[in-house]
């Protein structure tokens, strides 16, 4: 009984560990960026926070509110 | 393809894009999606500008770029002396949001065909026909 409950607070404290990495590699992923694509097939991405992400990314963001309206 | 019908068939097609507009390098719109046709000239405008702005990052040959935000993306897209320009949700498929934009433009840029050939209707070999392309 005893064993049973020490696997079952060890698999919830692994589950809430990989939750948490998940978490943590998703809000990541979600920052304001800015991708360019040229001719030769390269891509650069410049992501907030980075010169040229804050550079561009206001430009971006006029955009998107006068396509929005 | 006349341009505004490009447009009208990229929205048309693509559940994603919410807004786009068609317009030269210089930011003069030449269609957008907008009943409004002062919301298109300042989504030209801004389009133009963001990708004057990229260009000028250092490198030469930009083509397309996308702007990821929380709020939303916006997709620009380069052929020539032409962008088309669109807006999404967030967390788009950019690939196909590419693809959509780059046929939008192609179409929205190429001449119409004076008058379209009809396809000939392909004869049907007789029976006796059969191998007769053969080497003897």
Do not use: C
């Not at chain 2, 000239?41 to 004057?52: F, I, P, S, T, V």
């Not at chain 2, 959509?100 to 379209?116: G, N, S």
């Amino acid at each position: 009984m005893r064993r049973r409950k020490l696997v079952a607070a060890l698999a919830v404290g692994v589950a809430s560990f990989v939750a948490s990495k998940l978490l943590r590699r998703r809000t990541a992923q979600r920052r304001d960026r800015v991708d360019l694509y040229f001719e030769d097939g390269s891509m650069v991405s410049f992501a907030e926070g980075s010169d040229e992400g804050d550079r561009l990314l206001p430009f971006a963001f006029g955009l998107l509110a006068d396509l929005r309206g | 393809m006349d341009p505004a019908q490009a447009l009208a068939d990229l929205t048309e097609i693509s559940s994603q894009i919410e807004a786009a507009v068609l317009a030269e390098e210089s930011g003069a719109v030449i269609a957008s999606t907008f009943t409004d046709a002062g919301r298109g000239e300042r989504a030209a405008r801004a389009a133009a500008e963001l990708l004057r702005a990229a260009g000028a990052a250092g490198r030469s040959g930009l083509v397309q770029l996308e702007a990821a935000t929380q709020l939303g993306s916006v997709f620009v897209v380069r052929d020539g002396a032409r962008l088309v320009a669109a807006a999404t949700g967030a967390s788009p498929t950019a690939g196909l949001v590419f693809y959509d934009l780059k046929t939008t433009l192609r179409l929205a840029t190429e001449e119409p065909a004076p008058e379209a050939a009809k396809p000939r209707a392909r004869r049907r070999k007789k029976d006796g026909e059969e191998g007769s392309g053969e080497a003897s």
